[in-house]
């Protein structure tokens, strides 16, 4: 079904159910619970969910398969959501010709970094690509004003030309009519949930684009990447030139972030330099490693987890904490308080250097390869159980 082997197509379906019941399964708890702080079915949360996870998928493409491991990926997410923010000055609020300029001009971007960078692979080749990224931020941010607004960032104004716009057109961005922003809100008891209409095309946007990544990873295309990223000199010395291959994977990689960056800007039309800052190609490169670099999986894994972190633990400052332990002795409270403290709100970068650290050391195969742990742990106990069972009773 679909061209997907049945693995393939089991996770398929699993990360679709993920992305269609979101708004349900990232709001476990009843707003009114002190807990509703971890709840994450906010539309903005999880429309960055979706779309770092687009971002992480296309990173991963060029290093989890090809082992290229770039610094500046960040250049093609802020490019991409610049390019954006033009067409709605331009022509008018629907995404879809933004979305496709910034496909394309990302794309055109990457070819232009790829075939200089991939002259040189290691880290001669991160070099080059954060270099790349850091001069189109000092560019976007000082240089070339005019087009990007510098640090105020660019946006759309009443007198923009907007061309195809009319007096029954909405004034946010849409899809054929439907806002992005709209949100149709669904009180069971004491539950609150979320159905917003620029998530689900943000996630359907990411389904679409997982699915082209497993029909990638499953290609000759995907299976002569691995082999780059295997033994590069052993195919040179074949005399097969390497190098075209790389740079469609480093060109496919820009196009996913362009795609993302785009999707930025149409929840919210706004572009600004600080998304081409090298923090930014450091976070995905996190979260790539952080899910498990080279599966299918991971990526998406490793952008929840960190956006996770971002928006929720960054919001929990002491006056939570002390809610949290009110029920305690003062002394206690204080303490409990005192400890926890350096690890959320403004701390929670410590704790997720603390989380990336053990899973570097303990689970080089990131979030991916403790769940294939774990699952081979209870398939081996099942197979004991079996055998112990048959010991018990023998067949006749």
Excluded at 11 to 39: D, G, K, M, T
Aim: hydrophobic share 50%.
């Amino acid at each position: 079904m679909l061209g997907l082997r049945k693995k393939d197509l089991t996770l398929f379906i699993v990360v679709s159910v993920l992305c269609l019941f979101a708004p349900i399964l990232l709001n476990p708890f009843p707003e009114a619970s002190e807990l509703s702080q971890f709840n994450a079915g906010y539309p903005d949360l999880m429309q960055r969910f979706v779309i770092f996870g687009i971002f992480a998928i296309g990173f991963n493409i060029l290093f989890g398969l090809t082992g290229y491991l770039s610094f500046g990926h960040a250049a093609f997410l802020g490019v991409g959501s610049y390019a954006a923010v033009w067409m709605f000055k331009l022509l008018g609020y629907n995404i879809i010709p933004a979305i496709i300029l910034a496909v394309i001009v990302s794309a055109l971007f990457a070819l232009l970094i790829g075939y200089i960078s991939l002259r040189r692979s290691g880290i001669y080749f991160s070099i080059l690509t954060l270099a790349f990224a850091q001069m189109s931020f000092a560019l976007a941010y000082s240089v070339l004003t005019p087009i990007t607004n510098g640090e105020t960032g660019l946006q759309v104004y009443a007198t923009d030309p907007q061309i195809l716009m009319s007096s029954s057109s909405p004034r946010l961005p849409h899809l054929f009519g439907l806002e992005m922003r709209a949100t149709h809100a669904v009180d069971v008891g004491p539950w609150l949930w979320q159905f917003n209409a620029g998530y689900y095309f943000c996630a359907v946007v990411m389904m679409v684009m997982f699915y082209i990544a497993i029909r990638i990873f499953r290609s000759p295309f995907g299976l002569m990447l691995r082999a780059v990223k295997s033994n590069q000199q052993r195919m040179h010395y074949t005399g097969l030139n390497t190098r075209p291959y790389a740079l469609a994977a480093f060109v496919i990689s820009g196009m996913y972030a362009g795609l993302a960056g785009g999707l930025l800007a149409s929840m919210d039309p706004l572009a600004g330099a600080e998304r081409m800052q090298w923090t930014a190609s450091g976070e995905v490169v996190l979260m790539t490693i952080l899910g498990g670099a080279g599966t299918l999986i991971g990526p998406v894994l490793g952008a929840g987890m960190i956006k996770y972190f971002e928006n929720i633990f960054s919001k929990i400052n002491d006056n939570i904490l002390h809610q949290w332990f009110a029920v305690l002795p003062d002394g206690l409270e204080n303490a409990l308080v005192f400890i926890i403290h350096p690890f959320v709100g403004k701390g929670w970068h410590l704790t997720l250097g603390l989380m990336f650290m053990l899973v570097v050391i303990f689970l080089p195969g990131g979030l991916v390869q403790g769940g294939q742990r774990i699952g081979r742990l209870f398939g081996r106990r099942k197979r004991d159980e079996d055998t112990t069972d048959g010991k018990r009773h023998p067949a006749e």
